[in-house]
């Protein structure tokens, strides 16, 4: 199936650095979606992007969409604790289509 | 949070038994989805529906069956179930599949197939 390469795989940080993970695919994608899973939780939506090189953020969250449409980012500045857990970013090609997910970035922050 | 509940939250069953898990949703949707959740895979779409009765196919289909015979209420079965099946499993509902639509998914239900 369609993949979506997710980087990196996990990430440990000290609290208030900053983050960044991206996801890629070699094939053009119409939507972006960033979710957050928590432990023992479903995965929640952070951030949906529907434009190439639209830039939104959610307070400390930032998240574009590239301009070749084949990518995304999603950055997050000065971590906090509560900031642990999986995110994910998903794609979808065209209306219709179904989303496909990243393989995760798990997140652990050093209070 | 999206009005959807999973039941039972955690099960453990045995090898060549059906199991049926359920996603209950309050927010009258009108597509649901299945995936599982596996170390190093992410989610995987197993099956979806996009209407009472109408269902389709995912990416990893094999081994299970759905039923959508309300709206609000998706079932996932496994017929017999196997070792390969222990996973996390994930309701999801969206209005549609429209360009600026989302997913807003389930708390998960955790299988473990002895």
């Known amino acids: 199936g369609q993949q979506l390469n997710q980087s990196p795989q996990s990430m440990f940080i000290q609290e208030g650095e900053d983050v960044s993970m991206n996801c890629t695919s070699s094939?053009?994608?119409?939507?972006w979606l960033w979710y957050k899973q928590d432990p023992g939780e479903g995965p929640v939506l952070l951030i949906a992007?529907?434009?190439?090189?639209e830039l939104t953020s959610n307070g400390r969250l930032t998240a574009q969409f590239g301009i070749t449409r084949k990518d995304s980012f999603l950055n997050i500045s000065a971590s906090i604790p509560s900031d642990v857990g999986i995110y994910f970013c998903?794609?979808?090609?065209?209306?219709?289509?179904?989303?496909?997910f990243g393989g995760g970035t798990r997140l652990m922050v050093k209070p | 949070d999206a009005g959807i509940t999973q039941s039972p939250r955690h099960k453990v069953t045995e090898t060549g038994t059906p199991v049926t898990l359920r996603c209950h949703q309050t927010?009258?949707?009108?597509?649901m989805y299945w995936y599982r959740q596996d170390p190093g895979h992410g989610l995987r779409l197993i099956h979806y529906?996009?209407?009472?009765?109408?269902?389709d196919k995912g990416e990893v289909s094999d081994g299970y069956s759905v039923s959508r015979s309300k709206t609000e209420d998706f079932l996932l079965t496994l017929e017999s179930a196997t070792s390969s099946q222990t996973s996390v499993y994930f309701c999801?509902?969206?209005?549609?599949?429209?360009?600026?639509?989302?997913?807003?998914f389930g708390p998960g239900t955790r299988l473990t197939v002895l």
């Open positions: 999801a509902i969206s209005e549609s599949t429209g360009s600026t639509d989302t997913q807003y």
């Open positions: 094939s053009i994608f119409n939507t």
């Open positions: 992007l529907y434009k190439a090189g």
């Open positions: 998903a794609g979808r090609h065209n209306a219709g289509n179904m989303l496909t």
């Open positions: 927010e009258n949707h009108r597509y």
């Open positions: 529906s996009y209407g009472v009765k109408d269902t």
